[in-house]
């Protein structure tokens, strides 16, 4: 950890985050209530897809509320381009309720291969405790709405 915040890289306090010791006992203004901007969340789930023999990557979305996303609602967030093709609803393989939205894992290990050759190609090397991180990379390009940890930077 010394070497991680030695290298700069460790950001300050982050101004929109409300610290509940700072809170404690005090009442928030309704300023300070409205300037908090509500998003969509969702829960990620990553499974091993045995047929294509890569990850597969679930989504179930919630409003700005906190209640679950109708299945259109969920499409907004998809790039139109993979819409109802790429992205689709299915049943979780081991979460019983309504059906997720998926990314469809064929082509999955294709991009990959490609997307590691060209680090490679590069001259970088690569390790594997890095594909899940470039796979998470690679899937924001298919929902561009969904924002990951910043903390790894991948240069490609």
Avoid at 11 to 20: A, K, L, Q, W
Avoid at 39 to 64: A, V
Avoid at 83 to 109: D, L, N, Q, R, W
Avoid at 137 to 154: A, G, L
Wanted: charged residues 25%; glycine residues 4%; aromatic residues 10%.
């Amino acid at each position: 950890m010394d070497a991680f915040v030695e290298s700069g890289l460790l950001e300050d306090d982050d101004s929109v985050t409300i610290y509940p010791e700072h809170t404690k006992g005090k009442k928030l203004s309704s300023s300070s209530v409205d300037d908090i901007l509500k998003t969509r969340t969702y829960d990620l789930h990553i499974t091993y897809d045995k047929f294509y023999q890569t990850p597969r990557l679930w989504l179930y979305g919630y409003n700005e509320n906190q209640k679950p996303l109708n299945v259109e609602e969920m499409y907004e967030d998809v790039s139109q381009d993979y819409a109802k093709k790429t992205v689709t609803m299915e049943s979780h393989p081991h979460v019983p309720g309504p059906s997720m939205a998926s990314i469809h894992p064929c082509k999955h290990a294709d991009i990959m291969k490609k997307l590691i050759q060209m680090v490679t190609d590069g001259g970088k090397d690569i390790g594997v405790h890095m594909y899940l991180i470039i796979f998470l990379k690679f899937v924001q390009s298919v929902i561009p709405t969904i924002d990951y940890d910043y903390t790894q930077n991948i240069n490609l």
